[in-house]
């Protein structure tokens, strides 16, 4: 199959891009608090110009055809405040913690009853169906910069159904911008998610980690750990 990759896809809405980052309000109310020799408005809008320069290198996967898309342009955001922090002389394992706190301020802004229905959302027959038709069309299409994912069948009992990622956007792009160290951190964002909507998310690797493949696996009644923190830094 002949897939189309657009480079002109986020340069021509980058004004809007910009637009976004600028409602990233868990951005400065995060960094207030870990950052205290200069001004959050600072560096937010040093990652501000970090991001317009970061616009034109995110990878053409699909756009709006692909659900992942979005996520590619939040975690470039991400990875804007990163190299920011990072020359700043911020270590690691803070920025991580930081970006994740940014990540639970954002997902505990919904109210509760939405996310328990995403949650049994996820469960129903429609939800696994959705996961399975866009593990098939990532497979299909293809993209160099994007997702490869394969459906799993549960058994009922240790887990009811997955997805094995083969591939990851993230790691490919967070890779060729010198950030591996950062990547495995954004992986704990599954866990925040998930466990506020209470599905019983589960995984043993990632790709980040240097695994052959992300195990994502949901069990429902499940308990899903917390996302920090991550497991090498306990």
Known sequence: MTIEIRDDYYTSQKEKLLRDFGRA??????LALHVDDQPSSAIIQETRQEFERLIPKIP???????NLTQDLIDCTMLLALYK???S??????????MVIEMEQRRVHSYPRFVLKL???????????????????????????????SVY?????EEFDFGIDYLE?????????????????????????Q????????????????GAERCDFRWKRGGETRAGWPPTWVE
């Open 25 to 30: 309000k868990r951005f400065s109310k995060v």
């Open 60 to 66: 053409y996967i699909g756009g709006k055809a692909n």
């Open 84 to 86: 920011v922090l990072k």
């Open 88 to 97: 700043e002389g911020f270590p690691s394992e803070e920025i991580g913690k």
């Open 118 to 148: 995403f949650g049994k959302g996820i469960h129903s027959p429609l939800g696994k169906n959705r996961l399975k038709k866009a593990a098939d069309k990532q497979r299909e299409d293809r993209y160099p910069g994007g997702w490869v």
């Open 152 to 156: 799993v069948e549960g058994d009922g």
């Open 168 to 192: 990851c956007g993230l790691c490919k792009f967070f890779h060729q911008q010198g950030a591996d160290e950062f990547t495995p951190y954004l992986c704990q964002f599954d866990y925040v």
């Open 194 to 209: 998930q466990r506020a909507m209470r599905t019983g998310f589960f995984r043993s690797m990632t790709l980040a980690e």
